[in-house]
């Protein structure tokens, strides 16, 4: 695809509904060609700042740059954008192909070049031998390729996906996830992909965005959001971390780096509460001493090797160089 490498930017980007502050002057330079996560609680702001990056929202306040010019005032159609939709907004009565082709129709594009262009793009999600199919003659996962080939079509320098894998089956959902990942790739253009998940998020993001309460918590690399939280509500957010209050403070801690021991050898006193078998590994819930609950995540055969039970003591243990702490 012809424009590559076009940088996104969101500069004090405010929504308001009436009295309602959804997105709160969040400001953020998203790296050109880059699969980012907008990833938040319900009601976090994360569709609100979508919406508005596509131009089907307007914005109150702040700037958004797409190639250092200001798209905030442009229709959806003139930024550079393509937004795909959580129900896929297929149209019934027409095929594939012309679902694929619809924007190009609308451009006044002549039949044959358009239903080229959506040949071609069904090459890329893989559905060339369904496109004189009606959607709903498609399954759920066919009916997603579509809406994602109809908003390839448009060339965008910036693919908007709202919550894209929400409507299928974990099985279905796992797999194009891998799918979307290829794509972006192949494509080298920005997927900007809001979901409400941090395993898919941390599948596929190279930068994460975490919303909470209309403002941008933490972004950055997925890897260092995972491993280096900021706050309590990362730390909780991405799960896989026990959050611990210390004498020195509040601290972020995976339960992968704890370890049990006989009571009164740990750093800390604790009982037993739960025992949780995953498979390839085991998870203890226990409660220490000052009433914290904290969860350690032990690989199945260190576990086997001195299985514990509900209300036993033990001690809990830790390097201390994996406790990482938390703002406020
Ligand atoms: P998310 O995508 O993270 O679930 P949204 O951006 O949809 O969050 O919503 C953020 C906040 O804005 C919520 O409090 C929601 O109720 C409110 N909101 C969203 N859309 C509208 C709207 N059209 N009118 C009024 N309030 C809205």
Redesign the pocket.
Known sequence: MSAQHTELELVAVT?R??R?V??DAISHRFNPSVYAC?L????????????MIAGH?SISDGAILIGKKDVSRRPPAKRGTAMMFQNYALFPHLSVAENVAFSLRMKGEEKTARLKAAGEMLELVDLSHLSDRLPDQLSGGQQQRVALARALITRPQVLLL?EPLSALDPFLRIRMRGELKRLQRELGITFVH?T?GQDEALALADEIVV?NN?VIEQAGPAREVFDRPTTAFVARFLGSHNVIRLDLGSFALRADALALADSGQGQIEASITGVEYQGTHVSVTTRTSDDQEISVLLGDRDFFAKPRNPGESVGLTWDQETLHRLEG
């Open positions: 929504k509904y009436g309602t959804a997105v907008l938040g609680p319900s009601g976090c702001g994360k569709s609100s700042t979508l919406r929202e709202d809001v409400h919303m209309a």
